[in-house]
């Protein structure tokens, strides 16, 4: 019996963190080597082996932007990328007061904060603008 056949996947597990205030988010530009280098993102990597996905989240901000925060799981994707691979995605929030200073740690490009009534273009963003549909998700369900 062939791989598919038996159900098996090449799979990737995701955390993506939106880190909110209440009126602004934060979105990264990763260096070159990312999927979508370049292009405006929230957050995110891939879980470590044996790692939980909520330490994963609290890693993805410490090391990739120098912030201390306990983010909290939003919702589950699942999706399958163009290429076959399976990816599960962890979204957390990270609901903070107001935008402090960010320290890019390694493969960061660059950062941005963004009004949440104008994010950049779906041109403008990774894997065609899925994080404004995320963010919007998000939000949507802050205000219910």
């Known amino acids: 019996m062939n791989a598919s056949a038996q159900g098996l996947h090449n799979a990737k597990l995701i955390a993506n963190v939106a880190v909110l205030t209440p009126d602004r988010t934060l979105l990264v530009k990763y260096h070159e080597g990312h999927n979508d ?3 405006w993102m929230m ?12 330490a994963a989240a ?7 932007l120098g912030m ?3 983010p909290r799981l939003a919702f589950v994707d699942s999706l399958t990328s163009s290429d076959g691979t399976w990816h599960i995605v962890f979204n957390y929030v990270a609901d903070i007061t107001h935008a402090p200073p960010i320290t890019p740690g390694e493969g960061i490009a660059g950062t941005g904060w963004f009004m949440l009534s104008s994010l950049p273009n779906t041109e ?3 894997h065609h603008g899925w994080a404004t549909d995320v963010l919007n998700r998000i939000v949507s369900d802050r205000r219910n």
């Open 37 to 39: 280098e370049r292009r």
């Open 124 to 126: 403008d963003m990774g």
């Open 58 to 64: 609290a890693r993805v901000l410490a090391d990739h």
């Open 43 to 54: 957050p995110d990597d891939l879980l470590q082996d044996g790692e939980h996905p909520d």
């Open 68 to 70: 201390k925060a306990k």
